[in-house]
């Protein structure tokens, strides 16, 4: 089959185009390098230096010609969504809706998109949350998600679209920004493996559900079957505390610190957990396992 990824330089889309050759796929990218990296395309693949709300996107897909999209190109920053609303809603909605557009337009079947479950039920009403839980996004960030979702049940009614909504939890492991906000694991190994104290916004019993990076790309192979349609949670049903992260990654580290506290965040979502969804075969990965690969990758780097 040919896919074309968009985000497929970065963090999570660069494994599923890994994923997606080792398969026997073709795959070619579009991405504008915002967060994504270079050496994490593979020499072989076609790569398309743009952004998805560039009017260049339409002559790519018309002439690449993908049997499917999958979507993973957005402004993926909870705080910055907060504070530039605009800027947020640009990206992950109206570049979503020029993506489908042109995927209308140029016949592709079906399109995977990297929705967000911890963003999308806000404060939940019971844990784990399966995919009927009410969806009361707190963020900017989590109406684009949920809108785009919107967006793709109407293009699927109106224009026949295929589509798949992946809602993930929170997603760590290699290649993962440790610069950025968004990446408590990460920013947390990064700090460690530097010698410095990870710090711990209020009382670090805020709660989430980490899921490794192998197991979401194994989904974002499953939903490939034409079968397998809608919305599905991938997260592993397992809720830790930022307290718990921070003294895991500490034992796995060897780093000689403690954490040190900061305010707490405005606003922030005390508790977050999805019950993992029908295409996760088998026990998510273990926390200390994926944790464990995830600080063998930083230490590589
Ligand atoms: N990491 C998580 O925990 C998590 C959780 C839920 C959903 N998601 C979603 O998964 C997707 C991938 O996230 P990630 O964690 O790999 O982040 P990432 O920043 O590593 O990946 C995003 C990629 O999109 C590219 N990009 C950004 N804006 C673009 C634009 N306008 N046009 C083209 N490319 C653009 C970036 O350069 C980057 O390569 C995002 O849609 C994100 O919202 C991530």
Redesign the pocket.
């Known amino acids: 089959m040919k896919i074309l990824v968009?985000?497929g330089?970065?963090?999570?889309?660069s494994q599923i185009v890994d994923r997606y050759l080792a398969a026997g796929h073709e795959v070619v990218i579009?991405?504008?390098?915002?967060?994504?990296r270079r050496e994490n395309v593979p020499a072989k693949v076609r790569c398309y230096a743009i952004?998805?709300?560039d009017n260049e996107l339409a002559e790519v897909i018309k002439k690449e010609k993908p049997d499917l999209v999958n979507h993973?190109?957005?402004?993926?920053d909870v705080r910055k969504s907060v504070e530039d609303p605009a800027t947020d809603a640009t990206?992950n909605i109206v570049?979503s809706l020029n993506l489908l557009e042109c995927c209308r337009r140029s016949g592709v079947k079906k399109v995977i998109f990297?929705?967000?479950g911890?963003a999308i039920y806000g404060e939940q009403d019971y844990y784990p949350a399966d995919e009927k839980h009410r969806m009361e996004p707190r963020s900017p960030y989590g109406i684009t998600k949920l809108t785009v979702e919107k967006y793709l049940q109407s293009y699927h009614w109106t224009h026949g679209l295929s589509f798949v909504a992946l809602r993930?939890a929170?997603?760590y492991g290699p290649r993962q920004?440790a610069l950025g906000e968004?990446?408590v694991i990460a920013i947390f190994t990064n700090k460690l493996l530097k010698g410095e104290s990870p710090i711990i916004n209020g009382d670090g019993e805020q709660t989430r559900d980490y899921v490794f990076v192998d197991d979401v790309v194994a989904c974002n192979l499953e939903a490939l079957k034409p079968e397998v349609r809608g919305i599905i949670n991938v997260g592993s049903g397992i809720e830790t505390s930022v307290n718990q992260i921070a003294q895991e990654l500490i034992r796995l580290t060897g780093a000689k610190v403690s954490p040190q506290r900061g305010p707490g965040k405005s606003g922030e979502q005390k508790r977050s957990c999805l019950k993992p969804g029908v295409l996760q075969k088998g026990t998510p990965t273990v926390l200390a396992t994926g944790l464990a690969k995830t600080v063998e990758w930083f230490k590589q780097r």
């Open positions: 968009t985000g330089a970065g963090f999570i889309g579009v991405d504008n390098f915002e967060s994504g952004s998805i709300n993973h190109a957005a402004q993926i990206i570049g990297a929705s967000s911890g993930y929170n997603v920004n968004a990446g």
